[in-house]
């Protein structure tokens, strides 16, 4: 739409109407579909918090303390001769 055209219920001279959108009207469509639309985006912010976490609890894990290695045997199970 060009700047040149004039939408319906507009009238060149008079002010123009707000939007439902900037008047706090809700947008057109079943309210199941709006009820979808906010389960899914609770389960997209439960996935980008859980994988939040995770990458926390990943970077925690691998700059603890590390345990000192317990010592290997050679595989044999008879004790090594003096």
């Given at each position: 739409m060009s700047a040149s055209e004039i939408?319906?219920?507009?009238y060149p001279g008079t002010r123009l109407r707000k939007h439902r959108h900037d008047l706090g009207h809700d947008d057109h469509g079943p309210?199941?579909?709006?009820?979808?639309?906010?389960?899914i985006q609770g389960l997209l912010g439960l996935w980008i918090a859980l994988t939040l976490l995770l990458v926390v609890y990943a970077l925690v894990g691998s700059s603890?303390?590390?345990?000192?290695?317990?010592?290997?045997?050679?595989g044999s199970a008879a004790p090594a001769a003096k």
């Open positions: 939408e319906e219920g507009e309210k199941l579909a709006a009820g979808t639309t906010r389960a603890g303390p590390r345990s000192a290695a317990a010592p290997t045997s050679s």
